[in-house]
Every structure is written in structure tokens, then in C-alpha cells.
């Protein structure tokens, strides 16, 4: 089996910080996710990378950038923290780079902004 | 468009009663179905899916799923609950066509009590 390592576990910000969170996945899959998570709202997709160095938007994805250096790796920035913002950000990866494929999740970062 | 509805917010249920988690979806095309588990602190985990055949799949830990067609559902059901089964759990929609995305509901509190 494989895990996926999120850091940092907690982060907290100031308003209009720039704020960077990393993923590391060694299940060796093709395709990465960034997801936030709001109470209430389910799960909402920033960004994906099928491949190195591939990145493609989501839904979510304005007020932050991604980058896919290695396979193995995925980090999510925000370009400008809102203030009094909190929510979870989820990173998962899957085998594949297209169709129905089951995800696997990190335990996820929990952001709060001052 | 594609949509997800999960009618249950929250679900408090006795140790070792039954549990009956609703999922309505909506899509045109064929559909691809998950149920997804969230423990405290931690990311989601597949409990079990659908992509054709048998409408009832069977999941770990116990749980299985019916999938309706006709009713554009895919419930979700225990026999039995245990304690440890408290968790907040997802119906997710998937298409063929990542382009697409992933679709989550907005997930279902279940508080199983001794």
C-alpha cells in the first residue's frame, strides 16, 4: 500500500500572507487533486495534474496556484490569505488520468487565517 | 450538469440497529458511483463502488449499496452499526470523462450512540 503525506498539518496565517501547503504521495500514481473542504459545502476541486508538470483548473481555483515539480509531489499556494478564513485542504491522487478511478486522500491541512 | 444529493445532514443511530444512508443523483449519461468515508481528522476512504452489473455491491467493514436506475439512487446500508462506524460519509458521482470531474455530495453525519 501507499500513503499520501500532507504538511503541514495545521497552518495558520495572517490576511494577505501567501501561503504554501505540500503533498507527497508514494503510490507512484499519474494524477494528483487539491480539494477544500467547507463545512456544509462538501468537497470542491482547485486544482489537478495528470502528470508532472501538467496542471489544470477547477472549479475553485482562483486565489491559488499549484505545482507539480516531481510525480510524487503536489503543492498548493494561496496567493493571499482572506481573513477570518478557515478551511480543510484535502490532496488526493489516483492511478490513472482519466475516467471513474478511486481516489486516495491525505488526512488533509486545516487552515486558519487572523 | 451533474449533481449529487445526500437529503440527511446528520443520522444518529443505536449500536447494533440498521443504518440507511440516501443518495439521489442526477446526470445524463452513464453513471459511475462512490461511497466515500470521512473519520475525525482524517481524509476520505473508498468504502465501496459502482460501474455496472450486480446493483448491489458489496463494501469492507460491512456496508453495501443498491443502485436504482429508475430512482437515480444509490443508497447505502448496514446491518448492524458499531460504534466505530461514526463518520461522516460522501456519495460521490463520477462521469467517464474526467474533463468532467468528480461530484460530491455534501455528506451525511452519522453519531452511532452505545
Known amino acids: 500500500g501507499g500513503i499520501i503525506t500532507q504538511t503541514p498539518k495545521f497552518l495558520i496565517g495572517q490576511e494577505g500572507q501567501k501561503l504554501t501547503l505540500k503533498c507527497q504521495q508514494n503510490?507512484?500514481?499519474?494524477?494528483m487533486y487539491w480539494y477544500r473542504q467547507d463545512s456544509g459545502k462538501g468537497l470542491r476541486l482547485i486544482y489537478y495534474?495528470?502528470?508532472?508538470?501538467?496542471?489544470q483548473k477547477g472549479d475553485l481555483s482562483e486565489g491559488y496556484d499549484a505545482s507539480r515539480e516531481k510525480k510524487s509531489s503536489f503543492s498548493l499556494t494561496v496567493t493571499s490569505a482572506q481573513k477570518n478564513e478557515m478551511a480543510v485542504f484535502l490532496c488526493?491522487?489516483?492511478?490513472?488520468?482519466?475516467?471513474?478511478?478511486?481516489?486516495?486522500f491525505g488526512s488533509g491541512t486545516r487552515l486558519t487565517v487572523l | 450538469a451533474q449533481s449529487v444529493t445526500q437529503p440527511d445532514a446528520r443520522v444518529t443511530v443505536s449500536e447494533g440497529a440498521s443504518l440507511q444512508l440516501r443518495c439521489k443523483y442526477s446526470?445524463?449519461?452513464?453513471?459511475?458511483l462512490f461511497w466515500y468515508v470521512q473519520y475525525p481528522r482524517q481524509g476520505l476512504q473508498l468504502l465501496l463502488k459502482?460501474?455496472?452489473?450486480?446493483?448491489v455491491v458489496q463494501g469492507v467493514n460491512g456496508f453495501e449499496a443498491e443502485f436504482s436506475k429508475s430512482n437515480s439512487s444509490f443508497h447505502l446500508r448496514k446491518a448492524s452499526v458499531h460504534w466505530s462506524d461514526s463518520a461522516v460519509y460522501f456519495c460521490?458521482?463520477?462521469?467517464?470523462?474526467?474533463?468532467?470531474?468528480?461530484?460530491f455530495g455534501l455528506g451525511t453525519r452519522v453519531s452511532v450512540f452505545p
Open positions: 488526493a491522487s489516483s492511478a490513472g488520468t482519466g475516467g471513474p478511478e478511486t481516489l486516495y
Open positions: 503510490f507512484n500514481h499519474d494524477t
Open positions: 495534474s495528470i502528470t508532472e508538470n501538467d496542471l
Open positions: 446526470y445524463s449519461g452513464t453513471p459511475y
Open positions: 459502482y460501474y455496472s452489473g450486480d446493483p
Open positions: 460521490v458521482l463520477s462521469s467517464n470523462n474526467y474533463a468532467q470531474g468528480l461530484t
